[in-house]
């Protein structure tokens, strides 16, 4: 199965993905969907985020 | 033959006009600090949080914030994910009044005495206004007293008397930058439009909340113009916010702006804005890391957003509170704002 990088929505496999990890693991929520790379509905919250893919459903932080 | 005049130190000219009177830095003054070489940034930070803790007081006013209308904005802000002008990855979406309450709750549960309501937008229709009264209202019918500021662009007259008529104390409306370097940033409407809001808040009671970003191409000369239009304004509080190159905008790919350099302009707002909060705000985390943040608290700031952002994460909360725990400073409690 195809997994896409959370932050810049291009297949995993498909060049170098460390800027987009240290920026998904310091100060960004995902924005694309892994599974499908569409892009989702993000709602930041002071204590956590959730994100929703109009396929795939909604995934959140574990401090929300 | 004459000898040349004496140079006079900048940082000792503050600490007469700043810390001993009070007086904030002029524009020519806030550039030599911002000129400072690196061996003297110590004790800029030194001075600006004498100046800090003798005009300000040891308190730290801890605040959160949240998106209500994220996305889609109609205007072109440079460096903002949420314009619906830049093929960015941030897709609008609407927060819930339930979603509200609960947000409004995580904030005062940190301790915090200030929750921000922020949308995206040019200014609020009357859908928003309406969402942001009953929000207001649920918030306080969950038991809640925090103090409500609000964040919904510019407004008109009516609009300013609506929203002290909701009880928002504070209203933030961000300049974002110098003058002169306004309409490299924003083509959509002007700073003059933005200062009429800002006027008008102040004139209808409400606290003003007016700050910007540092990062976006300003020289260190309009930096300087920057801290000394806001202190003609005459704003309760600043935030500070530096730049995050957010994928999609027209700044996504500037540098983050330095920690050495974040400092020197941290030092320096202080010392030209000695009696305004001055908070840190969005990007310290990229630009400052665990450290910095302490420096910077040991500079001149004295207040912060604590936990996520608009749409950018922030660190934990409670890594905030530790931080001023562990720097023995106090939170500014709900009673000594009423």
Redesign the interface.
């Known amino acids: 199965m195809t997994t896409y990088c959370s ?3 291009k297949e995993e496999a498909d060049g170098d993905h460390a800027f987009c990890r240290q920026r998904l693991s ?4 995902p ?2 969907c892994p599974e499908c790379a569409r ?11 959730t994100a929703r893919c109009s396929r795939h459903g909604e995934t959140a932080s574990a ?1 929300n | 033959m004459t000898a040349a005049p004496e140079q006079i130190d900048v940082l000792d000219e503050a600490r007469e006009q700043v810390l001993e009177r009070g007086v904030g830095l002029t524009e020519a003054q806030v550039l030599k600090v911002l000129e400072l070489p690196e061996d003297r940034i110590g004790d800029l930070l030194a001075l600006a949080h004498e100046v800090r803790e003798r005009w300000c007081g040891p308190e730290v006013e801890v605040e ?4 209500l209308k ?1 996305g889609g904005c109609p205007e072109d802000c440079h460096f903002c994910s949420q314009s619906g002008q830049f093929p960015s ?5 609407w ?1 819930d009044i339930p ?1 509200l309450v ?2 409004a709750r ?2 005062r549960d ?1 301790g915090a005495t200030e929750f921000c309501i922020v949308a995206a937008v040019r200014g609020p229709d009357k859908r928003l206004l309406s969402q942001v009264r009953d929000g207001i209202k649920a918030i306080r019918e969950d038991g809640n007293d925090i103090q409500i500021a609000c964040s919904l662009g510019m407004l008109t007259q009516e609009q300013v008397d609506e929203l002290v008529a909701m009880g928002v104390h504070r209203y933030n409306h961000n300049l974002e930058t110098a003058r002169s370097h306004f309409p490299n940033v924003v083509t959509t409407h002007s700073w003059e439009e933005r200062w009429d809001t800002l006027r008008m808040i102040r004139d209808a009671g409400m606290e003003v909340c007016c700050g910007g970003i540092i990062g976006m191409g300003e020289t260190l000369q309009q930096r300087a113009e920057f801290a000394v239009q806001l202190a003609e304004l005459e704003p309760d509080e600043v935030p500070l916010n530096f730049l ?1 190159p957010n ?1 999609g905008t027209p700044y996504e790919n500037y540098p983050v702006v330095e920690g050495t350099e974040a400092l020197r302009t941290v030092g320096a707002f202080r010392l030209a804005l000695p009696r305004t909060i001055l908070r840190f705000a969005g990007g310290r ?2 630009t400052f890391g665990d450290l910095g943040a302490k420096q910077g608290m040991l500079g001149g700031i004295n207040a912060i957003i ?9 660190r ?2 409670q890594q905030d509170l530790d931080m001023l725990d562990e720097l023995s400073m106090p939170i500014k409690a709900l009673s000594q704002t009423l």
Do not use: H, K
């Open positions: 932050f810049c929505g310091a100060i960004d929520p924005r694309y892009r989702m509905v993000v709602q930041v919250t002071p204590d956590g985020w401090r | 959160g914030i949240v998106s994220t990855p941030v897709r609008s979406a927060l979603g609960r947000a995580q904030t940190t995050i994928p985390e990229l604590v936990g996520n952002y608009l749409t950018n994460l922030g934990p909360a």
